[in-house]
Structures are given as C-alpha cells and as structure tokens.
C-alpha cells in the first residue's frame, strides 16, 4: 500500500563534482584511483531508473563487504572437496577436516592471539557476543559481577549483555571523556566484563582499545571487543593490546558465506553453557545426561560452516598481506575526500560522536550523513535509482546512538574499503550535489514502509526473484 509520495522538483542532469585544489585531487586519484585489492562483482551493472546502466558504485562495505577474488578463486578450488568435518575418514572428509581445523591456526594469527586462546566459528559477530554471555563466570549460580558497556554499541554488543547482570555508560562527547567515565564506573567495583566497540558501525570512529584493556585489568574485568567493523580496516593484536576477547564476522571482511569468530581465553569458554546443545559438543551422551567437551567443540555443536571458516581464513590472509601504509592511505583519501564534499554541500551534515576524534588516525571507512529536508530512506532509493549508489540508510541497529545524536528517524551511512575507488564517492557527491541542486528526478512512493521509484520497470537478473518494494531501511520505526 502507498503511504506516502514525493515528485520531481527538476528532471536530473548528472553532474561531476570537482574539489579544490587539483594537486590534492590529484593525489588522492594516486592512492585511490582503483581498487586497492580486486573484489568479486566489482564491475557488475546496475540499472538506472532512465534506462541506463552504470557501473554500480558500492558504498555499502559496512553491511557486507563484497568476496575478495582471490578468496572466490579459493572457494572455487576446495568446493570439490567439500564433506563433513570431524565425522569421516573419507579422503574429502579428511580434506575438509583439515582445511576446517587449520582455520583455527590462521585466524588466530591474524589478531595476534595468544598460544593458548580458543578460536571458535559461529554463525556471525552476534552469535559470537551471545556465545560469550553463555559464558560469564558465575559463583553458586550467582554471576561474579556485572558487564559495562556504552550507549553507542551495535546491537549485536548491546542486546546479549541485556540478558545478564550489566550496567551502561552514556559516552561522553569527546574520547577522554569517555575514558574518565568508563574509569569512574570501574572505580565502583564489581564489573566482570568490559564490553566495547572497536569501530562505530555508525560514524566510524575508532575507540582506543588498549586504553581500555588497561583500564578493564586495573579493576579486576576483562573485555571484550565487537571487531565487526574494525576487523576489515585495521590490524589488530589482541595479546598486545591486552584484549581478552575479540569478535568479527567474514561477510564484512569479504569473505561469503556469513561465519563469525570468537578469540579469546579459554577458561571462561570452557567452563560456560555449550552455545549449542546437539552432537559434536560433548564427550559423552547419555538418555538423560550429557558430559560436555572443552574447547571449541563445546560451542560447535552440529554440521560446522566449513565454507565459511575456510574462507574467512583466507581473506584474513590477504588483509594480513596488504601494505599497511598503502592500504590507510588509500582509505584515508577516500574518507576525506568524501567527507570535505558532505561538508561543501548546503544542507548536509556529516555526524560523530567524538569531538576530538582525529580523523586522519582514529577512523576507518564509514561516513555519516543526513540531508536537510529528506528522509534517509528517499535519499538512498534516489541515489539507488538515479545514480547507481548503493549505500546504507536507516538507524544501524545501533537505536540508543541514532538518538543521541539526534537521528531517531535514521542517517545515511556511505562505506568503502578495499575494492572501492575514488569515483564511488565521485558519483555519491554528485547525486547529494544534484538532489540539493535540482531535487528529485523521478515519483517516489512508500511501498511496504520503503522508499521505492513508482512505476519501476527495472527487473533482477532471471535467476533473482523480482520482488518491488525491497528498497531503504527495515521499518524498525517503534520506540
């Protein structure tokens, strides 16, 4: 049913945005002219709402990053050997077992883990938080303290820790404000676990991770780190930094098939509630009582996504791989780029929640913005439709924030990374540029609480069910 409806102010005529100071242009172009590393559908075509059809600019890494090539070409090459894992002495099975197992070895030298930390793979970053709060220590039944966490959090490092003992902290509006508070709760006394971002899945900031560490083990807690974000665009040692836990998932670290990991101490994990109570987790089974395994296994129970460990182990490895100056500097051009044309544009406003956040240090590839007089969800469906952009609009699954910052209704939120060009964001630039200029191109209509073009002709691939209305936000509208 149609709710809602916005027309045309102008018809569209594309433009090229051009920065000042052709020397820095230029040597932004240098670094971030092309993909710093190749990934799969790079080149794919989208169709425009005129009939046209252009290279679709990706800006939406932070949802799901697209596969590394050379993690496709992986997959391609030990899908023949794909069987069970840990259940058959077949050749394949074998292969698979090992491929599986190995995994393990890789992830946890990707994060600088220690000898000794259990890697385990889960479905994603939030089932791994949910494994970990399985898992807090508990004395006759009564759990040894409680867990603190900010209001700036994912869902996915929010909502698992609502289900136990816990505490939250709203984040001042500078970092070392933050820090002090975060210092004055622990000060209290009885916190077990500190549970922090690495990176805002909104705005992109990074949190000082080892600051923190230091702060959690001063008080007697450890911490955990939600790395989904941070993970693609950083390096990250967690025996350095004195991390106890570490969560990230592979879709957002281009690597297909969805598996999460969790990285940290085992005695907790040995000693928590199997994540999932089914064959393979124990060492015994009987008609009305079970004995548990320890190690990974504990939490692994059923058919584990081979797949999806192997290639998240593999695209660790090539992360592992990049020249780290290289790789900064080409989402650092990127980064600022973008965010100096948001700022050159009447009526857009870039958000953060730090103000003395360094932003050629302390952020990764995320932009947030909002666009006066245009709901979030319109504009992400005219730059679908008009421009070939695709980015993320909505409230992030990160509500308390979008509140704070004062977005109940949701932002938009542009994201880039390896595979991504100086263009995309060329192209994002031009349509803010010719929408606040010209206004929409085309009818929109609210269809099924979603910005969608009326009268869309375009159609999916024959494979793709052609369903309308899939455009814009999640209508997670309550309170």
Not at 111 to 125: A, K, L
Not at 241 to 269: E, I, M, N, Q
Not at 351 to 370: C, E, L, R, Y
């Amino acid at each position: 049913m149609t709710t809602a409806t916005v027309s045309p102010n102008a018809a569209l005529q594309p433009e090229t945005v051009q920065p000042d100071g052709a020397a820095l242009f230029d040597a932004r172009r240098a670094v971030a002219g092309r993909p710093l590393s190749a990934v799969t559908g790079a080149e794919i075509q989208a169709p425009l709402i005129s009939g046209d059809h252009v290279r679709y600019a990706n800006l939406d890494y932070g949802a799901s990053a697209p596969a590394l090539s050379v993690v496709s070409a992986y997959l391609n090459e030990i899908l023949p050997f794909y069987a069970s894992v840990h259940r058959g002495a077949g050749y394949a099975s074998q292969i698979s077992t090992s491929v599986y197992e190995n995994a393990r070895n890789i992830v946890r030298e990707f994060v600088g883990g220690r000898p000794d930390d259990s890697v385990i793979f889960t479905r994603n970053t939030t089932d791994s938080l949910n494994l970990l709060a399985g898992c807090l220590p508990a004395t006759d039944g009564r759990p040894d303290g409680d867990v603190l966490y900010l209001d700036i959090e994912h869902h996915a490092n929010l909502l698992p820790w609502q289900g136990v003992p816990h505490r939250s902290i709203v984040a001042a509006d500078t970092i070392t404000g933050t820090i002090a508070s975060v210092r004055a709760e622990l000060q209290q006394g009885g916190v077990s676990l500190l549970a922090v971002t690495g990176a805002s899945n909104v705005t992109g900031e990074i949190l000082p991770i080892r600051a923190l560490a230091e702060l959690a083990h001063e008080h007697g807690a450890r911490i955990v780190v939600d790395a989904a974000q941070l993970a693609p665009h950083r390096r990250v040692n967690i025996a350095a930094d004195g991390v106890d836990y570490l969560a990230f998932s592979g879709h957002k670290l281009y690597a297909p098939f969805g598996a999460g990991v969790l990285v940290g101490r085992p005695d907790w994990l040995d000693a928590g509630t199997p994540h999932l109570a089914g064959g393979g987790a124990v060492k015994e089974a009987r008609l009305d009582d079970v004995s548990w395994a320890t190690g990974p296994a504990r939490h692994e129970g059923g058919s584990p996504n081979v797949l999806g460990a192997a290639t998240l182990a593999r695209a660790t490895q090539v992360i592992a791989g990049l020249n780290q100056d290289q790789w900064h500097a080409h989402e650092s051009a990127i980064r600022s780029f973008l965010v100096e044309g948001l700022q050159k544009i009447d009526g857009v406003t870039v958000h953060q929640i730090f103000k003395d956040t360094n932003p050629d240090t302390d952020t990764i590839g995320v932009v947030n913005f909002s666009v006066e007089g245009y709901d979030a969800g319109l504009v992400a469906a005219y730059l679908s439709a008009e421009h070939g952009v695709g980015l993320r609009d909505g409230r992030f699954c990160a509500h308390p924030l979008l509140k704070r910052l004062g977005l109940p209704s949701g932002s938009l939120r542009a994201s880039f990374g390896v595979g991504s060009r100086l263009e995309d964001a060329e192209r994002l630039l031009a349509g803010i540029e010719s929408l606040r200029r010209d206004g929409l191109g085309w009818d929109y209509v609210v269809d099924a609480g979603r910005w969608v073009p009326a009268n869309d002709t375009r159609t999916y691939p024959h494979w793709a069910p052609n369903t309308p209305g899939t455009a814009g936000a999640a209508p997670c509208i309550d309170d």
